[in-house]
């Protein structure tokens, strides 16, 4: 804590913090109480404090300004009038923290980060259902201050033991991390974050309910003759085309080319951010021949009982997958049976992965193991060869 005559010239050029220190005050000799604190993660920058003991006789530190916002004249002015105020009774500090009362978790979250994700996330919907499951009742009446690390590791382990799913329990640690980052960013949080650093679960949860020729033959029949003929056709769109749910339950006929063959996803509604171009095959076409809301809604796929768009098939899917004898059979397997109708016909994993609309390489890598009869039958090519060079020299 050395004792300067702080220049204008020393700040604009030597806030450095010794080496072994992780932060260092350098104090003003002309104006007690006045120091610059520089910090070793921020070579080059520092900010104005002024020291000063409360009506209790404890010291106190009130922030002034960042160096580079505030000239050393003005700083000095400013801690000058800071201290003549004190002298007469007032409590920066205190006044500071009564006006920045830490908020409980259900206050924050509530009135700071829901409106503030809601216009930023489309998943805001599955943020404010964690909270509401789980979240609120073991953290909502906790201050921020008073969330532990602890606290958050039991709760996180505890999941497992309810038999949650592994991804299921990440996502409400991710959500807890994410929301208390924020209130750190705003100034409503001066502690570390204590959900960091907190490990999470592995587990492979790369399902795939890939179907034979027989099942899938059964799932067909069962889309063809149920009475519920649109949900049956989103089915079979997904199937057709390898599309996500919610892309295609988007999709508007404004994005639809027929006569091109070719169906753009604009980034707003695709998981990747980025508009991406989705190939229709004769089935998907064949499935859009069959709907009657050209022309007449903005939407592809409607809910002719509601007049709008769907939200979610999953009763019907429910039903449907029962009828065939797939029980297990998810919405989401679609996607993965049209993929492995690519890998298995001898298409790269480059051509799925544009297909798909994969982000990264790494995620198409999935169904890698699924090109074994392609890799089979390119292999068989050299034993054509051996063979017909034996038939030669015989």
């Known amino acids: 804590m050395p004792i300067i005559k702080l220049s204008q010239s020393f700040i604009n050029n030597n806030l450095q913090c010794l080496e072994a220190k992780a932060r260092i005050e350098y104090c ?49 002015k400013a801690a000058k009038t800071l201290k003549a105020e004190i002298n007469l009774g007032a409590d920066p500090r205190g006044e500071e923290k009564a006006k920045r009362a830490v908020l409980t978790y259900a206050e924050f979250f ?56 592994a991804a299921t329990s990440n996502h409400y640690l991710k959500l807890l991390k994410h929301s208390l980052n924020l209130a750190i960013d705003w100034d409503m949080l001066d502690i570390i974050n204590p959900a960091s650093r907190i490990p999470l679960f592995h587990e492979d949860n790369q399902v795939e309910n890939l179907l034979s020729d027989e099942q899938l033959e059964r799932l067909l029949t069962a889309l063809k003759t ?35 063959r070719v169906w753009r996803i604009p980034a707003a509604n695709s998981k990747s951010k980025r508009t991406r171009a989705v190939p229709l095959n004769d089935s998907a076409l064949e499935v859009l021949n069959q709907l009657t809301t050209k022309g007449v809604y903005d939407n592809v796929f409607i809910n002719f009982q509601t007049g709008l768009p769907y939200t979610t098939i999953s009763k019907v899917w429910g039903r449907l997958r029962k009828k065939a004898g ?69």
Request: aromatic letters at 8%.
């Open 226 to 260: 149920d009475e519920n003929k649109m949900v049956c056709l989103i089915a079979l769109f997904l199937l057709s085309t390898g599309v996500r749910l919610n892309e295609a339950l988007q999709a508007k006929w404004t994005h639809v080319d027929q006569k091109n």
């Open 110 to 165: 509530t009135n700071h980060y829901m409106p503030y994700v809601k216009v930023r996330k489309r998943s805001w919907k599955t943020d404010e259902g964690f909270y509401r499951l789980r979240l609120k009742a073991e953290f909502g009446d906790l201050r921020l201050n008073q969330i532990t690390r602890q606290h958050i590791q039991t709760f996180h382990t505890s999941m497992s033991d309810e038999n949650l799913a």
């Open 28 to 76: 003003d000799q002309d104006t007690p109480g006045l120091y610059v604190e520089v910090r070793k993660t921020s070579p080059g920058q520092g900010t104005y404090y002024l020291r000063y003991k409360d009506s209790k006789g404890k010291t106190c530190h009130q922030k002034i300004s960042k160096a580079n916002e505030m000239t050393l004249i003005e700083a000095r």
């Open 326 to 394: 797939l029980p297990h059979l998810r919405i989401h397997d679609l996607r993965h049976q049209y993929a492995s109708f690519l890998v298995n016909s001898g298409q790269t994993l480059f051509m799925v992965q544009q297909i798909l609309g994969h982000s990264s390489p790494s995620v198409t890598q999935r169904y890698a193991h699924l090109s074994t009869r392609s890799l089979q039958e390119a292999a068989n090519t050299a034993s054509v060869m051996i063979k017909g060079a034996m038939a030669t020299t015989a």
